[in-house]
Structure formats: C-alpha cells, structure tokens
C-alpha cells in the first residue's frame, strides 16, 4: 500500500509539473507575448547601442582635446606670452596699388590722352 501511494503521489507530481511546463511554454508562443519580447529586447539592444555611442563619442572627444593640446605645444600657441615683446603685426599678403601712398605724386600720374584717368583736370594740364 505504501508503494501504490508512493508512485500515484509521483505520478500526480509529474503531472502537475508536466502540466505547468507545458501551460508557460503555450503562453510564451502567443503573439501577444512574442511581440512584447521582441520589444523588451529591441529597447534594450537599442540601450546598449547608445551606451556605446555615448562612450565613442566621449572617447572621440577627450582624444580630440588631447591632440589638439598636442599640437598647441608642437606650434607653440600654449606657450606663455613674454610682456616685454610687442605684439605680432599682421602684414597683408597682396599690397593694395589703389591706396593714396601709391597714387599721389607726379610719378603716378597718367600722362597718355588714352589713359582712363588722363587727364585729372584738363585746366592743370594745359
């Protein structure tokens, strides 16, 4: 009698165990549970996507900061500036021929009737 007891409280336990197993594995293949699985995976693939971009990105900005500070010190733009030196002139590339200290005086006056400028004041000339 012990045995017969043994075996259907066994059998009764496998069954509900069975039952339980088989019930949570239908419930997980419906479509409602599928789609809110796929999400729940989505939004945290799509965290730990932007946990490495912001990562990259702050990587790629502190190596930013230090090869510029590389090249602050390689030109000579962080060093410390000596009071007694006067400023640095900026000088222009390409003169400009048109400003008065090129066009004053009796050297640049045009002289050829067909010259545009030619002549200033007919009245001076003559």
């Known amino acids: 009698m012990f045995r017969r ?7 009764v336990a496998a069954g509900v165990w069975a039952t ?4 949570r594995k ?10 809110v699985t796929a999400a729940n995976k989505a939004i945290e693939a799509g ?5 490495r ?8 900005r502190d190596n ?13 733009l962080n060093a410390p500036v000596d009071r007694e030196l006067p400023a640095p002139r900026s000088y222009a590339v390409i003169e400009n021929r048109n400003t008065p200290k090129y ?3 009796p050297a640049h006056k045009p002289t050829h009737p067909t010259h545009p400028t030619y002549p200033y ?6």
């Open 20 to 23: 339980t197993k088989v019930n």
């Open 64 to 76: 930013m900061a230090r090869r510029e500070a590389e090249l602050g010190d390689a030109l000579g």
């Open 47 to 51: 965290g730990r996507l932007k946990d």
């Open 103 to 105: 066009v004053e005086g």
């Open 5 to 11: 007891t043994f075996w259907f409280t066994t059998g």
């Open 121 to 126: 004041n007919r009245n001076e000339d003559h």
């Open 26 to 35: 239908i419930k997980q293949l419906t479509p409602e549970h599928l789609a």
């Open 53 to 60: 971009a912001v990562d990259f990105a702050l990587e790629v």
